[in-house]
């Protein structure tokens, strides 16, 4: 059995989801493709989506009081391929794969995703090393034996990628809400995620460049109480509010079948999350119990867990609404 999959069934037995092990072992493997080392073998980071360079995060979900009933994870497919164009092709084939366990997954739905890396990497000899693909997947206990959502995750770092996006996906230019010319806050990841009942949603990532002190500032700018309201409560929940900058920040705006879904994430860098998540989470989850699942889960997996980032998704009517935790599991023997 892999890593990853031990890790999920386990966490899924502590939240005491209904779940189907061998579907979340299959889904799971397919996904990151069994591999889970941190280093390429040119000893760099095998995976960008990690500060460990391990391809595996995990989050719980929940929001006004109450735990979502959701395993949700992000991997990437063949980390050990030194070449990003066939990361792309290989993760492209896995998500090809995975669609078959979305209850509406069909050819129309793989060719969603293969226009959309097309789209944004027309030439993947081009792509710098430094750009990304990863899957992001959902199992929720509706549906035990199928996903409840996959989700591809492009970076932005190629010459032309927003531009092409936006002409292909009209709604993703809505997103953009920093100027083109601002150097604070820029786009970095565009996704498309499809869920059980088939609706698509697309979602801007725009990250803001850590360490400088007029970020805050600038996030309030751009998007307003919004903005303002999350950073209020990061500082309410313990966070240092003369120390914000330092922070890693990403600003998401989604869009589905609804009105557009705003939410930001933080993460902290070098400094220890577990206070400030476990505040955050007795407010908006109710208790910390998922949080301290995920610390739970790894460590009894034969691994440690760092907490990443804490995402807060926020709505006009009701204000502060979702709380998002991840959390990476390191495996010391990897």
Known sequence: ?????????????????????????????RACGGQLEARRPDGRRASLLTRSGIPFEVSVTGGRGNLTPVLRYTTETATQNM????????????IGDLVRWLPKGDETVVE???????????????????????????????????????????????????RRLCSRWPGFAEFASAPADEKLIKPVFATIEVDAHGEVIHKL?????????????????????????VLSELVRCGADAAKLHEQDFFVSCARGSGAPVFGLDVGAREHDMTGLVRELASKHHGTPHAVDALAQA??????????????????????????KVYGTPTWTTE
């Open 1 to 29: 059995m892999g890593a990853a999959g031990e890790f999920l069934v386990e966490l899924a037995e502590r939240l005491t989801l209904r779940y189907d092990p061998a579907t979340i072992h299959a889904v799971a493997e």
């Open 83 to 94: 070449k990003i164009g066939s990361r792309a092709d290989a993760q492209l084939a896995a």
């Open 112 to 162: 969603l995703f293969q226009s959309f890396v097309a789209t944004l990497y027309p030439d993947p000899t081009k792509v710098p090393p430094r750009s990304a693909t990863w899957i992001g997947v959902a199992h929720d206990t509706e549906s035990p034996h199928h996903t409840a959502r996959l989700k591809m995750y492009c970076g932005l770092n190629v010459s032309g990628a927003l």
């Open 205 to 229: 990532y725009l990250r803001a460049r850590p360490g400088d002190v007029a970020v805050p500032m600038k996030l309030v700018r751009y998007f307003g109480d919004q903005a303002w309201e």
């Open 298 to 323: 790894a460590e009894s997996c034969g691994a440690t867990l760092r907490y990443s980032f804490v995402g807060m998704g926020f709505s006009a009517e009701q204000g502060i609404d979702k709380l």
